[in-house]
Structure formats: C-alpha cells, structure tokens
C-alpha cells in the first residue's frame, strides 16, 4: 500500500481564520513533506521532516506553521493567510528508493 | 545542484501514436530520476524511477524510460497513446540526503481520437 492521505479535500477561509491541514501515511516512511501547487506550474517544497524533525523549511512565511505529532503524521497549520496563498497543497513521504509518495491534496482558497 | 528541463510543455498526440516526452536533466551527484503524472484536481503519480539499476526503467500504464547519461536525458516514452493517458507529466530528479526534489515545469499531454 503506497497512499498517503490528506484532509480536508476542500478548504475556504478567510484571511483572518485559523485552520489545519491533515496529512498521514502508514507506510513507515520517516521523510514527510509539504509542498504548494499553483495551476500550471511544478510543485513548489515548502518543508521537509526527517524522523520527526524538521529539516527543511524553505523560507516559508510564517503564516504557516508545519508540525510532526508522529513518524505518520503531518500537520500545517494555517493562521492569516493572504489570498494569494491560495494554491493546492500537497503532502508526500519518501520512500527507499528516494521517490515520494504524493497525497490527493487540499485545494485551499483563501477569501 | 539539480536542475530539470522538460522540452515543450504541450505534446499532443493522436490515440495510438508514440508517445515521447523529454526530460534532460543536470545533477551535481548522481540522480535518482523520476517521472510523475498528474490529473486534474489530483495529487501526483509515480510512473517510474530510476536508482541507477537498470537504464531501461518500467513503469506503470505501460510507459517507460531509458537513462542516458552521456546525453542527460531521462525521456518517458510510451508506444500507444491511449486517451486516458491525457494529463500532465513532471520529470524530477534528486541527490540530497532529505530527498529534496527538483521538478521539471511540466509536460501536458493531449491525446486527439
């Protein structure tokens, strides 16, 4: 089994809310990873956690805040986001071999 | 450093036809290469991989790669096209220890009946 699960599917919120992002894997990966997807562009990495550790941010704002309760799970934390944070989020853990396993995504939209 | 370049980013194609997609790519290490597709509205699908076994990879839905190092090249080909295989498409690479990946800017295939 390679999936990698993510909620919510959907998400709209306003610039001033609060809200989180969902990601698990029980495949016993220990990399886990964030990235933003704008239309018709690549992936864009945001974080990396390796054993449960934050090991790349990539300049994020911090407006978002990614967190790693366990070895298979993966949060991002959402507070006052701007509009043009809107995008698809994807969450991926890495296997042996160095590929990585992607989530469905949450399509965030931000009023 | 890795970089990807992935040549044209429409291919269209009748039902039937070769497929070929390229990707060439520059790593400062040697590369772990993927191909990845992506439907709409979806996350991304691992087609296939190469970690320096074989230099003919296989992958799923019928598509394949070959590793040319001489060349840079890691191009996905696929003898049908058949209309499912209509979306879009990201070469990567990676060479880190974290497994960072570096994408292409894609690839979208039509595929005409």
């Known amino acids: 089994d390679t999936e990698v699960t993510q909620t919510p599917k959907h998400l709209v919120m306003g610039m001033t809310n609060k809200k989180s992002l969902k990601c698990e894997q029980h495949?016993?990966?220990?990399?886990m990873y964030w990235y933003k997807q704008k239309a018709k562009k690549p992936p864009e990495l945001m974080f990396v956690?390796?054993?449960?550790?934050?090991?790349i941010n990539e300049s994020v704002p911090s407006r978002f805040s990614p967190e790693c309760p366990n070895s298979s799970l993966l949060n991002l934390h959402l507070h006052a986001l701007q509009p043009e944070d809107s995008a698809l989020y994807l969450c991926?853990?890495?296997?042996?071999?160095?590929?990585?396993?992607f989530g469905p995504g949450t399509r965030l939209t931000v009023t | 450093a890795q970089s990807v370049t992935q040549l044209g980013s429409h291919v269209s194609v009748s039902e039937g036809a070769l497929v070929l997609l390229r990707c060439n790519y520059s790593?400062?290490?040697?590369?772990?290469l993927f191909w990845y597709v992506q439907y709409p509205n979806q996350g991304l699908q691992l087609l296939l991989k190469?970690?320096?076994?074989?230099?003919l990879v296989k992958g799923i839905n019928g598509f394949e790669a070959e590793f040319k190092k001489s060349e840079t090249s890691f191009h996905l080909t696929k003898p049908s096209a058949h209309m499912s295989d209509a979306a879009e498409y990201f070469c990567?690479?990676?060479?880190?220890?974290?497994?960072?990946?570096?994408f292409g800017q894609g690839t979208i295939l039509t595929v005409h009946p």
């Open positions: 991926a853990s890495r296997g042996q071999g160095y590929e990585q396993y």
């Open positions: 495949m016993g990966h220990r990399a």
């Open positions: 956690y390796s054993y449960e550790k934050l090991s």
């Open positions: 990567a690479v990676t060479g880190t220890s974290y497994g960072k990946l570096t």
């Open positions: 190469y970690t320096s076994a074989a230099t």
């Open positions: 790593s400062s290490v040697p590369p772990y």
